[in-house]
């Protein structure tokens, strides 16, 4: 995307200022935060101290797991309704926000409904693993910025996104505490996004979960209403052992698995018809598998394992996609039960889910953020949606609604030499900005 320049030494102007953004990402990209095995705890406190040397109410959230804290910030109004903040970098022991802020059928209340007084910025400390580094042009945590870019894990997926979060708090605050704005604006740098864990859960839990939030993903400005769930599966697959010279003694495991594969892809040829006009088809898919590697080389394997990657779109209910996969295991039992061994046996266990969410691709705060869009970043009007899942599912459930916007290309999500446009960059954050007025302005 083609996007204006601004002016790195124009901070007096309003405009954003492109190297401030760029050292910002890059302190927070060369803090390691991979996932697995989850590490976020050294990167929540860096945005802890970096809100509270700037006097904005900042905390460490220790919940779902103190090993791998979480960070909460906000400007205006304290967000779980107590009087007094407690110090940043302490834990928020207390949760006792009124919640139920929407109307109770879920759906958004209006931008400019006087309720609608809190917008949360949400977004994700972890980055998946960086891999081999020596595929890497650029260390991928030293936070490079070459020729516009910056390169490093996360530098798309999220990290950027985060740092404009905390520049939007931070530029914004003046306009609270002077009264042009009210309610309030609260920032999340959650933990455990990539891996399904409950980081934005337990902000909603702990009182922080506000009327309307936006998910900073890289989205190329595009506004997304919704997204497709996950539902990862591990399943097993009964062989017996015997000694590779004599495999007729044992049953190969790897050989019993084949069938279910067959299954599988006749599953996903049939979810392949199944779409939905935002978010695209639905898809089963392997993703790993593993058989033999505990045992020694000579040795039939009497068990294989492999993952299942099953795509959910917003009108499927989990109870159908659980049943779906269990019908399949049953009918390639039944089908393989007269043969010499016995037939296949499998057995099932979630991994993890996420679940799809959405919102209707006309609210309002997706209205706003869509016409800015266009008008600023030149991205398409269409309503869109998300074939990855996101954050933006835990406020659904919770009933505030979210939508999913921010610079930077989701193709750069999860790759080697991962970089993100600085341009784009500061051009997001002078929008996210404007957005964010606007939405508390009319509240």
């Known amino acids: 995307m083609t996007t204006p320049n601004p002016d790195d030494s124009s901070a007096s102007s309003g405009r954003p200022n492109r190297s401030e953004i760029a050292d910002l990402a890059a302190a927070l990209v060369s803090i390691p935060t991979e996932n697995p095995p989850g590490n976020e705890r050294a990167c929540a406190e860096f945005v802890v101290e970096w809100f509270a040397e700037r006097g904005i109410d900042a905390r460490l959230v220790e919940k779902p797991d103190p090993d791998r804290a979480q960070a909460v910030a906000w400007v205006g109004d304290d967000p779980t309704g107590e009087r007094a903040a407690t110090p940043a970098g302490e834990r928020a022991d207390s949760a006792v926000a009124e919640s139920a802020r929407s109307p109770a059928d879920g759906r958004a209340p209006d931008a400019t409904n006087p309720a609608a007084t809190t917008l949360v910025l949400n977004g994700h400390l972890d980055v998946v693993p960086a891999g081999d580094r020596d595929q890497w042009s650029h260390d991928p945590f030293a936070g490079t910025i070459e020729d516009g870019r910056l390169y490093g894990r996360g530098s798309a997926d999220m990290k950027t996104n985060l740092a404009l979060g905390m520049l939007t708090l931070r530029d914004l605050a003046p306009a609270f505490e002077s009264g042009d704005l009210d309610g309030s604006l609260v920032f999340h740098a959650a933990m455990g996004e990539e891996t399904g864990h ?5 902000f909603i839990e702990e009182g922080y979960g506000g009327d309307l939030a936006v998910v900073l993903e890289p989205t190329d400005f595009r506004v997304g209403t919704s997204a497709k769930g996950v539902a990862t599966y591990r399943i097993g697959v009964a062989g017996s052992a015997s000694h590779a010279s004599r495999p007729d003694q ?18 996903d040829a049939t979810l392949r018809e199944r779409a939905d006009p935002l978010v695209g088809q639905a898809y089963a898919t392997v993703t790993e598998f593993e058989a033999g590697t505990d045992s020694n080389m000579g040795v039939i394997p009497e068990r294989a394992e492999f993952l299942l990657d099953r795509r959910v779109l917003p009108d499927e209910e989990y109870e159908d996609v659980e049943a779906e996969v269990e019908a399949l295991l049953a009918n390639v039992e039944q089908e393989t039960r007269s043969e010499s061994n016995g037939g296949v046996e499998t057995d099932l266990s979630l991994v993890q889910y996420y679940a799809a969410a959405g919102i209707d691709a006309d609210h309002p705060l997706a209205e706003r953020f869509r016409d800015l869009s266009v008008a600023r970043a030149n991205a398409p009007a269409e309503p869109w949606g998300l074939e990855a899942a996101t954050d933006a599912r835990e406020f659904v459930a919770a009933g505030t609604p979210a939508i999913i916007w921010g610079p930077g290309e989701l193709a750069q999500a999860h790759t080697v030499d991962e970089s993100v446009d600085l341009d784009d960059a500061a051009l997001g954050l002078d929008m996210l900005k404007e957005a964010v007025e606007g939405v508390l302005s009319d509240s």
């Open 250 to 267: 044992g049953t190969n495991a790897i050989d019993a698995a084949r069938p279910v594969f067959d299954a599988v892809d006749d599953y």
């Open 198 to 202: 409950a980081g934005t859960q337990t």
